[in-house]
C-alpha cells in the first residue's frame, strides 16, 4: 500500500475487547504553499488492523467519513514532532500532524509586486460540535466551537499576520427542551 503518512494508531473500545488500527493517509491534494512548505488537504485514510479480530466496520466508517470530510490539513515540518524526538524516535519522514479547519492560499498582485495570502482557520478539538448539541464552557474554560483564523500576508521578506479568534459565549447553560 503506498502511503503520504502515517496519522498514528486508533484505539477502539469495543465493548469488552480493544482495537488497534493503524492510521495511513493514502489521498491528498496540495492546497497551495506557505514560504517553502506546501499544504495538504486529506482526501482518503485507510485502517490497518494491528490485530487478528474483525473490524468494526460501522465504526471505522465513520471514522473514514470524518477524515476523509475535507476539513483535515497537513504540512511537512519537523518542528511539530519534537515530542517523539525525546524519546529518540525519527518520525520525520512518516508521522503527520493534523490540523482541522480550512486553509485557502491565494497569490495576489498590486501594481508589478506579487503577495502570498493565505486564511488558516483552526478549530479546536476540546469542544467541536453542532451549535445544537455543544454550547457554552466547560469546568477547564473551554468555550464549544471555538476557532482561531489567521490571516497571513507575505510580501518579498516581509510577514504580516492578524488573529481573529471566535467561539460560544463563556458561561455554563443549558436549554430546556434541548438535548
Given at each position: 500500500?503506498?502511503a503520504y ?12 475487547t ?5 492510521v495511513v493517509?493514502?489521498g491528498?491534494m496540495?492546497v497551495g504553499k506557505?514560504?517553502?512548505?506546501e499544504v495538504f488537504?486529506?482526501?482518503?485514510t ?14 471505522m466508517?465513520e471514522?473514514r ?5 475535507g476539513s ?5 515540518n519537523?518542528s511539530?514532532?519534537l ?5 529518540g524516535?525519527?518520525?520525520?519522514d512518516w508521522?503527520l500532524r493534523?490540523?482541522c479547519?480550512?486553509v ?6 498590486a ?6 495570502a493565505c ?5 479546536s478539538c476540546?469542544?467541536?460540535g453542532?451549535r445544537?448539541n455543544?454550547?457554552g464552557?466547560n ?5 464549544a ?5 489567521e490571516?497571513?500576508i507575505?510580501l518579498?521578506d516581509?510577514v ?7 467561539g ?12
Amino acid at each position: 500500500m503506498d502511503a503520504y503518512g502515517l496519522l498514528g494508531v486508533l484505539r477502539l473500545n469495543l465493548g469488552e475487547t480493544m482495537s488497534y488500527y493503524l492510521v495511513v493517509v493514502t489521498g491528498c491534494m496540495s492546497v497551495g504553499k506557505i514560504q517553502d512548505s506546501e499544504v495538504f488537504r486529506v482526501t482518503s485514510t485507510e485502517f490497518i488492523s494491528l490485530r487478528i479480530d474483525p473490524a468494526d466496520e460501522d465504526r471505522m466508517s465513520e471514522v473514514r467519513k470524518v477524515l476523509n470530510s475535507g476539513s483535515f490539513y497537513f504540512a511537512w515540518n519537523q518542528s511539530l514532532h519534537l515530542h517523539l524526538k525525546h524519546y529518540g524516535v525519527n518520525c520525520d519522514d512518516w508521522l503527520l500532524r493534523l490540523m482541522c479547519g480550512g486553509v485557502e492560499i491565494r497569490t495576489i498582485y498590486a501594481a508589478h509586486k506579487q503577495a502570498k495570502a493565505c486564511i488558516i482557520s483552526r478549530l479546536s478539538c476540546e469542544r467541536a460540535g453542532t451549535r445544537f448539541n455543544v454550547r457554552g464552557t466547560n469546568d477547564n474554560g473551554q468555550v464549544a466551537n471555538f476557532v482561531e483564523t489567521e490571516q497571513v500576508i507575505y510580501l518579498d521578506d516581509c510577514v504580516s499576520s492578524f488573529i481573529q479568534i471566535r467561539g460560544s459565549i463563556p458561561l455554563f447553560w443549558e436549554q430546556p427542551g434541548l438535548q
